[in-house]
């Protein structure tokens, strides 16, 4: 079974995570971001994750994610989950900014899927047309962008750690911790520290890295 993903793509992350946790036995491929055909023969379009199971191709990260939940350990329970968009949308009304300050570090954190010149030009000219901006540009307005980013991790609720439900992964953990993981990119980010400890117990349950060590 082939997981095919891109470091940085917090879709892969989901479906990364929710393997590790359940402890599938299953081979990361990293794509390289310029790298289509791969993607376009197996799904139709370039996007991934994509598993590969029994010869057959799945896309779409929730849907490959509840695939690996059913074909993993079943006493890795994931808890249920329903109340993520309490988090995850404030963290999306700062799209642009996140965008801003991530679209510039992912090709700079040394990731497999931008091992290339021609995949990081190929991300770079995509991303740049998104932000409407250079990464050059980007990196310049990192203060500005960090601080809108800053203030709605500060706002966020009360988020439930694994360790407040007896150690279990939770699908809320699925859609939230993908999103607060890229952050890590950013270096000294301010994360109050319920943030902080969500995302390191998280990290350590789901063996997922953190980018803390190479920060930017
Ligand atoms: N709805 C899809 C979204 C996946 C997605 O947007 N993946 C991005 C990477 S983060 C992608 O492959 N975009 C095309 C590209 O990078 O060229 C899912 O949940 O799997």
Same mark, same amino acid.
């Given at each position: 079974?082939?997981?095919?993903q891109y ?7 989901r ?13 990361? @491929?990293? &794509?390289?971001?310029?790298d ?7 799904? /139709? ?5 994509i598993?590969?199971?029994? /010869?057959?191709?799945?896309?779409? =990260? ?9 074909l /993993?350990?079943?006493d890795? @329970?994931?808890?249920?989950? /329903?109340? $993520?968009d ?13 965008f ?5 570090r =992912?090709?700079?954190?040394? &990731? ?5 010149? $021609?995949?990081i ?10 932000i ?8 310049e ?5 960090? =601080?809108?980013?800053e203030?709605?991790l =500060?706002? &966020?609720?009360?988020l ?7 150690? &279990?992964? $939770? ?5 939230i ?10 270096k ?16 350590a349950?789901?063996? @997922? ?8």
């Open positions: 079974m082939k997981l095919f470091d940085h793509c917090p879709f892969c992350v479906a990364d995570m929710v393997a590790k946790y359940k402890q599938v036995n299953f081979e990361s @491929v990293y &794509l390289l971001n310029d289509a055909d791969s993607c376009i023969d197996r799904v /139709g379009k370039k996007m991934v994750p598993l590969e199971i029994d /010869g057959q191709s799945i896309g779409e =990260s929730l849907d490959i994610a509840h695939k690996l939940d059913e /993993g350990k079943t890795q @329970v994931i808890a249920e989950g /329903g109340d $993520s309490r988090f995850t949308q404030p963290l999306m009304t700062e799209n642009r900014a996140i801003s300050l991530l679209f510039p =992912s090709v700079q954190m040394g &990731l497999p899927e931008f091992a290339t010149q $021609s995949a030009e190929f991300y770079r000219v995509n991303k740049e047309a998104m409407e901006c250079s990464f050059e540009q980007a990196l307005n990192t203060a500005e962008h960090k =601080s809108r980013v203030e709605v =500060s706002d &966020l609720p009360e439930v750690k694994p360790s407040d439900r007896g150690g &279990l992964l $939770s699908w809320d953990d699925v859609m911790f993908p999103m607060l993981r890229n952050l890590t990119m950013v000294d980010i301010q994360m109050p520290a319920q943030v902080v400890d969500y995302i390191n117990e998280v990290a349950l789901t063996k @997922v890295e953190l980018y803390t060590d190479r920060a930017i």
